[in-house]
């Protein structure tokens, strides 16, 4: 599986530093990368995780610090939620570019 590059902080107000708050039934983005790090702190979900070339399971209460450019994505088995969406994941996410001159 081949990341793709994502656009975090281009064309933020603040190009250092940004939250985003998430609340779905389930996760949803592709195998990725980018520039900035990122701090996720998972309220509510479970699922795999994969960072790189690591594979794991994640759960409720989980933090994880990543550094610039490692691929990740986050997943949860989709045939194990129920069919009526309801809000399964909650997570805060802290983004955050490192600068140098």
């Known amino acids: 599986m081949k990341p793709i590059h994502a656009t975090i902080l281009e064309g933020a107000d603040n190009g250092i530093f940004s939250i985003r708050i998430l609340e779905r039934p ?24 994969i960072v790189g070339d690591s594979v794991d399971f994640f759960n409720s209460g989980e933090l994880t610090f990543l ?5 990740h994505v986050w997943h949860n088995d989709i045939q194990s939620l129920p069919k009526k969406p309801v809000i399964r994941v909650q997570n ?3 983004y955050f570019s490192i600068l140098t001159n």
């Open 67 to 71: 550094g610039s450019d490692i691929p």
């Open 92 to 94: 805060r996410l802290h």
């Open 26 to 49: 389930y996760f949803s983005t592709e195998f990725h990368f980018h520039t900035e790090c990122q701090i996720t702190y998972i309220l509510e979900s479970e699922g795999r995780r």
